[in-house]
């Protein structure tokens, strides 16, 4: 199974302030079809969560544009350019690239 | 509206055995692969199952084969979980995620059903 780890755990950030959260898996999630299935999904506190990245770096429909992926290979980061109150919730990142599809444990966003 | 609302959730006795729904509206739900993912309290995701468009393909979790079953009726645009033999371990939220843009994780989640189990 391939394993997701998430740093930091939690993550406290000054409003209009960056954040940046890390995602490593332990093997490469390049598809035998040449595509990268990882993906980021954000959790508000009490509701489902919600699509914000596909495939590295893709913002899916609605998403501002303060939030952006980028990485390659194993090594994957989710930033926001300038943090809002709205953005309170904890982030995951997940695979798709093969079953068992897997998340990572998740990152607190937080208001300091 | 696009939605997914799940329903079937409640306690269940350790052994006992649970049926969840998924009601899909606002989309052609016979176009897309589905799937089940759940939440313990206070804590993260787990994908449990996923199945295609025609129910050809089926996966699942290694701690759920052979105790849950994943099925769907595309003509009632409804996805289901049967759950038996249920473990304290499986306690949690229960959601129902599609796939509607072929991205390869899930772009439309229901707001979940809670499972408990305990004595």
């Known amino acids: 199974d391939i394993v997701m780890t998430q740093t930091p755990l939690s993550s406290p950030v000054t409003l209009g302030q960056p954040a940046s959260i890390s995602c490593r898996s332990s093997q490469s999630l390049v598809h035998s079809n040449g595509n990268t299935y990882l993906s980021w999904l954000q959790q508000r506190p009490g509701q489902p969560p919600r699509l914000l990245i596909y495939e590295i770096s893709n913002r899916f429909s609605g998403v501002p544009d303060r939030f952006s992926g980028s990485g390659a290979g194993t090594d994957f980061t989710l930033k926001i350019s300038r943090v809002e109150a709205d953005d309170v919730g904890v982030y995951y990142c997940?695979?798709?690239?093969?079953?068992?599809?897997?998340f990572g444990g998740g990152t607190k966003v937080e208001i300091k | 509206e696009v939605q997914l609302v799940e329903s079937g959730g409640g306690l269940v006795q350790p052994g006992g055995s649970l049926r969840l729904s998924c009601a899909a509206s606002g989309f052609t739900f016979s176009n897309y692969w589905m799937s089940w993912v759940r939440q313990p309290p206070g804590g993260g995701l787990e994908w449990v199952a996923t199945m295609n468009q025609d129910g050809s393909e089926k996966y699942y979790l290694d701690s759920v084969k052979g105790r849950f079953t994943i099925s769907r009726d595309n003509a009632k645009s409804s996805l289901s979980l049967q759950m038996n033999s249920l473990r304290a371990e499986d306690t949690a939220i229960y959601y129902c995620?599609?796939?509607?843009?072929?991205?390869?994780?899930?772009?439309?989640w229901g707001q979940g059903t809670m499972v408990t189990v305990s004595s």
């Open positions: 997940m695979q798709a690239t093969q079953f068992p599809l897997t």
């Open positions: 995620a599609g796939d509607r843009g072929n991205y390869w994780t899930f772009d439309i």
